[in-house]
């Protein structure tokens, strides 16, 4: 079965400073890898997803992530934070048998000081 | 394109009730999966539907089920509610071009007393 861990349930950056969320994952190769943000009272909005043609993958908001197959790893990072991003963030595996099937992390609650 | 949409966005039912929500997909959407989301167990996946047919199915008792229409609107129903089943209760729809992304809609927050 298919697991993900998130390290540090709360994240907090000072506006401008670099954010990094991290994501491990246990899966079968090759995995479907997204990441997600929520925002207060709102539903998932996708962030970006991982397809094996990059191992760097860029998504909206100036978000991107990693994905390290040797560390099974899929850290987002954004070099320069906002006040906007704020929110929570979740790292999702799919399933082998379908890429809907979504396995989520625990999530990160990321706060920008200003 | 309007979005995924969902109604009730917020239900109370008593204990031993049972309640059915609703979720319409981004038009063109064809697959509708169904997330529950509380504070203490996270995110969790339900079930699945393509074309009025149930694809996959989460580890949840067989109190919860869905079904989903010809025109790809999705329900799911909880029956003999409990405490536990408090949740965002969270719809999302995948197109088939790009069928490993789904569009979640806001949610429906139900509340069980």
């Known amino acids: 079965a298919q697991s993900v861990t998130q390290l540090g349930s709360h994240v907090s950056v000072s506006e401008g400073a670099l954010v990094l969320l991290r994501c491990n994952y246990s899966s079968s190769v090759p995995p479907y890898l997204f990441w997600y943000v929520q925002y207060p009272n709102q539903g998932l909005q996708l962030l970006l997803k991982y397809t094996s043609a990059a191992t760097l993958v860029k998504g909206i908001n100036g978000f991107e992530a990693e994905f390290k197959k040797s560390e099974t790893s899929f850290h987002l990072t954004k070099p320069s934070a906002h006040m906007s991003d704020a929110a929570e963030y979740f790292c999702a595996v799919g399933s082998s048998g379908s890429a809907r099937q979504l396995t989520f992390g625990s999530g990160t609650q990321l706060t920008v000081l200003p | 394109k309007a979005g995924v949409t969902q109604t009730p966005r917020y239900l109370i039912k008593t204990r031993g009730q049972q309640v059915t929500l609703s979720c319409s997909p981004i038009s063109g959407h064809r697959s509708v999966s169904w997330y529950q989301q509380t504070p203490g167990q996270g995110l969790q996946f339900l079930f699945e539907?393509?074309?009025?047919?149930?694809?996959n199915k989460g580890n949840f008792p067989g109190r919860f089920s869905g079904r989903q229409f010809s025109n790809s609107r999705s329900e799911m129903n909880v029956s003999t509610l409990e405490l536990g089943d408090s949740a965002l209760y969270l719809c999302?729809?995948?197109?088939?071009?790009?069928?490993?992304?789904?569009?979640f809609g806001p949610g429906t927050r139900l509340t069980v007393t």
């Open positions: 999302a729809s995948s197109p088939r071009d790009r069928s490993d992304e789904q569009y």
């Open positions: 539907y393509f074309s009025e047919t149930q694809r």
